[in-house]
């Protein structure tokens, strides 16, 4: 998986690719919002247009950087799930815990 | 691999307890999906399936210790494809995991491998082994309409 940051006035965007899954997606994910929290970001956007997929432990690192963004009085919300990451985030009811936008400004405005 | 009769073909992996192995039976499960004629979506639902399967034995089964392997066995017929996965561990208590989709539990970070297996395959069974361990078989069966013709099916 890879994982770029774009700083949009006080959003951090992250566009991720590949998948997120154990051993390698997760623990990027982890370290990559961890740095935008420790480093004061709290308005954190995941670009998940280009992950192909998620196994479960990509899907607890999800919900973990949440969590973790939470207790800084941070957000982590989700752009673009497409596909099977749609689909688990659907069978996972985490669409429920999720802000998720298909627009890229909506999700902006929206923090 | 190999051919278990004229229209079966069979592989058995044995894999060392490592995380960084689960990639490996993914593909292989898929290319053997591939051969039983399942679409590219459905071939990828049980690549997942077995993901889930080989990480709860190499992580629940195993506690990732090296010493133990985890046995992989894949079955491709037409239009059916058959996974066991056996832990050498100490078992687990399948019965035992909370509902990950229960509102209480939507925000815990782990426990939503059985949700998985459960919706990309038919059927999940749990045996346990009579000397140690956790076998897991996961079944599934495309129905004619789901057929996949591939480039090599029906020479």
Request: proline share 3%.
């Amino acid at each position: 998986m890879k994982a770029t940051v774009r700083q949009i006035g006080k959003v951090s965007v992250v566009d991720l690719s590949g998948k997120i899954t154990i051993g390698e997606g997760d623990v990027l994910l982890r370290e990559k919002v961890s740095e935008l929290l420790e480093g004061g970001q709290q308005n954190i956007l995941l670009n998940l247009e280009k992950v192909g997929y998620m196994d479960s432990a990509g899907i607890g690192e999800l919900v973990a950087c949440y969590k973790r963004a939470k207790e800084k009085d941070g957000t982590v919300k989700l752009l673009n799930p497409s596909g099977k990451v749609f689909d688990l985030l659907q069978l996972t009811k985490l669409e429920e815990v999720f802000e998720t936008y298909k627009d890229e400004k909506e999700a902006l405005v929206s923090y | 691999m190999h051919n278990t009769s004229a229209t079966a073909t069979s592989v058995k992996l044995v894999l060392p307890s490592d995380v960084k192995l689960v990639d490996l039976v993914h593909a292989a499960t898929e290319k053997m999906a591939e051969f039983a004629g399942f679409d590219p979506d459905e071939s990828l639902n049980v690549g997942l399936a077995l993901r889930e399967a080989v990480i709860n034995a190499i992580v629940h089964g195993n506690h990732q210790d090296p010493g133990l392997k985890v046995h992989v066995t894949l079955v491709a017929k037409k239009r059916e494809l058959t996974a066991r996965v056996r832990d050498e561990g100490n078992g687990f208590d399948p019965d035992s995991e909370p509902d990950p989709t229960a509102e209480e539990n939507l925000l815990n970070t782990s426990g939503r491998g059985l949700l998985l297996m459960r919706a990309f395959v038919d059927d999940v069974k749990f045996r346990r082994c009579r000397d140690r361990g956790m076998e897991i078989t996961l079944t599934k069966k495309l129905n004619q309409t789901q057929t996949h013709e591939t480039s090599n099916s029906g020479s």
